[in-house]
């Protein structure tokens, strides 16, 4: 069957990369450099072409691997070569969503500033805003009630921004709801 395709590849003219050369499960390079903060190859990965929204077997992009190591640098660089800011892995969750949930404030401006969606939503319905209140991220809970996060919506439980941030026991993220005009 093999010599029947490469045949047919090339009465067509066509050149068939060696079977060598088409690895079937090796990890993506630029995921790879990615997850070893090796900025200079994924400067040199990018540049080159490869598509920074391939996607590894969790189906996360460069972007949601260096959102979820919170390297602003990383962010930065992949946010040049229009990779989608609101993809979403396998879990449901884009970018913006991990980086609310670690806490990450400079990974998080530079996604709105950049146009992710400050109310994108994952597979339970939960915002970035949910996220970060129910984890006690502060800072992330300011920067994206600055971006008009919506304060007063429900995940798919029925819970709202507010009701995640008392049970996180952060006295602090309910006052910051609070001031925000979010309902009791």
């Known amino acids: ?3 029947f395709i490469l045949a047919a590849a090339m009465v067509a003219g066509l050149t068939m990369p060696a079977a060598a050369d088409v ?5 993506d390079r630029l995921l790879e450099a990615v997850e070893y903060n090796d900025i200079e190859q994924v400067q040199s990965l990018l540049a080159r072409g490869y598509n920074p929204d391939s996607v590894d077997s969790n189906g996360r992009t460069a972007l949601i691997v260096a959102a979820i190591a919170g390297n602003d640098e990383m962010v930065e ?3 040049k070569y229009r990779t989608k800011r609101d993809k979403k892995d396998k879990a449901g969750n884009a970018a913006l969503a991990y980086a609310a949930t670690r806490g990450h404030v400079g990974v998080t401006e530079l996604l709105l500033k950049t146009g992710a969606d400050v109310n994108v939503e994952n597979q339970q319905g939960m915002t970035p805003l949910m996220l970060a209140a129910s984890e006690g ?3 992330v809970m300011r920067v994206l009630i600055e971006h008009k996060a919506e304060t007063d919506v429900s995940d798919f439980t029925g819970r709202t921004a ?3 941030a008392r ?3 952060k006295k ?3 006052r910051i709801l609070r001031e925000a005009g979010s309902e009791e």
């Open 172 to 174: 602090s993220a309910v």
């Open 137 to 139: 991220r502060l800072n």
């Open 167 to 169: 049970r996180s026991g």
């Open 162 to 164: 507010m009701m995640w």
């Open 1 to 3: 069957m093999r010599r």
């Open 77 to 79: 660089l992949i946010l």
């Open 23 to 27: 690895p079937l499960f090796a990890p």
